[in-house]
């Protein structure tokens, strides 16, 4: 046998070696994990049961008939009656009064949330569709271009309709 | 070794060399076979070790968690997922005498001194009893159930043959509260009575205990009607007292209650003695309660179209026996009056009107004629008569007697007439919105408009005014039916019923009140009869029990009374 047979056969012998102990350190790893994986599981179990127990014993603590015991010792809570509930905000608004004469003007401040829906555009009747509003009336909307950016979105508008209504 | 000897032949000659040169050869290739093979199989051994994991072994680890976390016995909760009933992990007291393992007596100390020791900790426990089974040297329970405190200190005791193993057991969180739906579990886990019985191969189903069971019940309504109906009944001190709240569209059963109670936590035979359940097992002749179904069958008929049309009052002689009133209501009464002032005579003769074919056709719709339906195992069945009825018979059954129902057979048929007509099984298992029972037609849904509007005049007017709480439109008749005994019905022994449902403008629950014999005592103002005893239950349980249910108070709200509300005059007169 040749040295370099020789040295090649040492070679094999120390793959499998290799091989080998790869094998038993990835064995090794895998039961490592496995049994980690098995102890939390218990400690899942473990916890899992007190929770069940710490439970079971607060809710049989706080059950029914102790609750109605202490209420009837300690508390003397009643069922509620029909003044206490408040069905919707008309019956909230019943029980405000009028408003007298000579009082302050009460103070009225309007807001819009969102996006408004879109303005019906001005069509022409003879091609049916939309006019270029600047052809029309070009002096307004320079006029209302600019007064939204002064004042903020939609306050002037919403403001014309509650003054046109008192 | 073989290379040894190539080299002592190698200088032999060209032959030679070929010879060796091919066994060398040969050798090579067998050992490169050699371990080609090893791989191979160590290849093999790898795969088919993959293969049997996957295959042969199933998951350990998952399976041990998925078992441990499943319950021995599935848990019961109620409506709004309150646990009522589930297997809880328990300590036991178990004697061990080979615990030692030491050849000499199982315990340290003498039999006599760890007795007296347990007796310190278990202060009900029989000492002797106890001494003489430490000292007879057999393993047994000790006790079945000890609480982790008392545990402790059973350890501290020292006794390596006292131990302590964990056992599930099946333990109910409210205590007596909703014993009689619930039912009790015994030593070999198999359910009794309630719903631990009717649901026991669900509970112990290994694929389908992990789920808990919704029950219909909702725990606050059952406590307040326990507490109410326990309060009533010690008030006059009657020997026993049924009750049960029902949703009038689905037929769920909310809450369901018998006293007295016993404790599933503690069967005994004190238990034992109370099992009986006197809403679904336990027939009565539930007497005036009756009174509004009679008239709704003769509305429906068409027999009643008038209600202003006057019965007469007198009593009423029939077939050698003379049916009368409590006491004298006048010459004639009206429909209304009838309902109101409780009149059997005037309901005979809204009998006698209809026909007794046709009565007995309506009672057996309202399913009178057999058990009651509801899952719970034991139910009565009722005192029905076969045959065509009499006409005597058919005039006691409208006013209640001669016809024997358990409450949760009146529950059902006031739930039928005042839901619009539709008579549907009780059920004690939770239904999903829209899932409930069609249900059978047993009244015009006209018939039940009506009949909201005369129960609702009892509350306001008659026997019932005592139920009506305020702003939560009860409407509700009182039934006082005598005890039948040896040789007659028994004067001083009663049943009193009250039957409401509310709120009367679009009914939702019906609420049965039942007491057995109650005395006449100063709570309910020297009186037997339901208007003093069962209308104030009901009266007290629905403001408690309306807001938990979505029905809020309302005094701005009412049934129209104004059509009917002349025929009685301005207040209805005497109750």
């Known amino acids: 046998m040749t040295p370099h047979s020789r040295i090649r056969r040492m070679g094999w012998f120390a793959a499998l070696a290799v091989c080998a102990l790869l094998y038993l350190t990835l064995h090794l790893k895998v039961h490592a994990v496995r049994s980690e994986v098995i102890r939390s599981e218990r400690q899942i179990v473990a916890l899992e049961q007190q929770k069940l127990l710490l439970e079971t014993e607060f809710q049989t603590r706080s059950n029914q008939l102790q609750l109605e015991e202490w209420n009837r010792v300690d508390f003397g809570y009643t069922a509620p009656t029909a003044a206490q509930f408040l069905e919707n905000e008309r019956q909230l608004a019943s029980f405000g009064s ?69 | 070794m073989n290379s040894f000897a190539v080299q002592v032949q190698v200088p032999t000659g060209r032959i030679r060399l070929a010879d060796v040169r091919r066994r060398a050869l040969l050798v090579a290739q067998l050992r490169v076979l050699l371990i080609g093979a090893m791989f191979a199989a160590l290849a093999a051994g790898a795969l088919l070790r993959i293969a049997y994991l996957g295959l042969v072994q199933p998951a350990p680890a998952e399976r041990s968690m998925a078992q441990a976390l ?50 310190a900790i278990f202060p009900d426990v029989d000492e002797f009893a106890l001494a003489r089974q430490l000292a007879s040297g057999k393993a047994g329970y000790l006790r079945r159930r000890v609480l982790p ?3 402790n200190k059973v350890y501290a005791i020292g006794e390596l043959a006292l131990e302590l193993p964990r056992e599930t057991d099946r333990h109910y969180p409210q205590g007596t509260m909703a014993a009689h739906v619930l039912g009790y579990v015994d030593e070999d886990g198999l359910g009794h009575v309630g719903m631990e019985a009717a649901l026991d191969d669900r509970l112990r189903d290994p694929a389908r205990r992990g789920e808990p069971v919704a029950l219909s019940i909702d ?87 008038d209600l202003s049309h006057r019965y007469s009052a007198r009593p009423f002689p029939i077939g050698g026996f003379t049916i009368s009133d409590s006491h004298d209501l006048g010459a004639s009464l009206n429909v209304p009056e009838i309902l109101i002032h409780s009149s059997n005579v005037g309901t005979a003769h809204v009998v006698d009107e209809l026909g007794a074919a046709r009565l007995k056709q309506v009672m057996a719709d309202l399913g009178m004629n057999e058990r009651p339906y509801i899952e719970l195992p034991a139910r009565g069945f009722p005192i029905w008569a076969s045959g065509d009825w009499p006409r005597l018979r058919a005039m006691t059954v409208g006013y209640g007697h001669g016809i024997a129902v358990t409450p949760l057979h009146l529950a059902s048929a006031y739930a039928a007439m005042v839901n619009g007509g539709i008579w549907r099984p009780a059920t004690l298992q939770r239904v999903e919105p829209g899932q ?31 139920a009506n709480a305020p702003g939560f439109r009860v409407g509700g008749k009182t039934g006082s039916a005598e005890k039948p005994g040896s040789g007659g019905y028994n004067k001083s022994s009663l049943v009193s019923t009250f039957a409401a449902a509310f709120p009367m403008d679009r ?20 009186q037997r009869t339901a208007a003093w005893n069962t209308a104030p239950i009901v009266g007290r349980l629905v403001p408690r029990i309306g807001p938990l249910l979505g029905v809020l108070p309302d005094e701005t709200r009412d049934i129209d009374l104004s059509d009917l509300q002349p025929l009685v005059g301005d207040d209805g007169s005497e109750g």
């Open chain 1, 98 to 166: 009028p408003r007298a004469p000579g009082a302050p003007e009460p103070i009225r401040v309007a807001s819009a949330s969102g996006e408004a829906p879109a303005y019906p555009k001005l069509v022409s009747p003879l091609t049916g569709k939309p006019i270029d509003e600047e052809l029309v009336e070009p002096e307004r909307r320079a006029n209302l271009s600019g007064v939204r950016l002064a004042e903020g979105t939609m306050r002037i508008p919403l403001g014309a309709v509650i003054g046109s209504s008192q």
């Open chain 2, 70 to 119: 499943l319950p021995s016995r599935g848990e019961i909760t109620d409506r709004n997922g309150l646990p009522l009933a589930r297997a809880f992990p328990a300590y036991a007291l178990w004697y061990n005498p080979g615990a030692m393992d030491d050849g000499g007596p199982p315990l340290v100390r003498s039999p006599k001194e760890v007795a007296a020791a347990l007796k």
């Open chain 2, 149 to 151: 405190e008392d545990a």
């Open chain 2, 219 to 305: 725990a606050r309504v059952q406590g307040a009607l326990e507490d109410e109906l326990k309060r009533g009944m010690l008030a006059v001190d009657a020997v026993g007292a049924a009750g049960i709240v029902l949703d009038v569209d689905t037929g769920e059963v909310l809450a369901l209650a018998s006293l007295p109670e016993f404790d599933p936590n503690k069967m005994d035979a004190e238990g034992q003695k109370y099992v009986f359940n006197k809403v679904t097992n336990q027939v009565y002749e539930l007497g005036s309660t009756f009174k509004p179904l009679t008239v709704a069958a003769a509305i429906d008929a068409g027999t009643v179209t």
């Open chain 2, 436 to 466: 409930a029972n069609r249900g059978r037609r047993v009244f015009r849904a006209s018939t039940s408009a009506r009949m909201n509007q005369l129960l609702r005049m009892i509350a306001v007017y008659g026997t019932g005014r005592n």
């Open chain 2, 507 to 526: 009914p939702r629950y019906v609420v049965i009140a039942m007491l057995d014999e109650p005395k006449a005592v100063a709570a309910s103002s020297f």
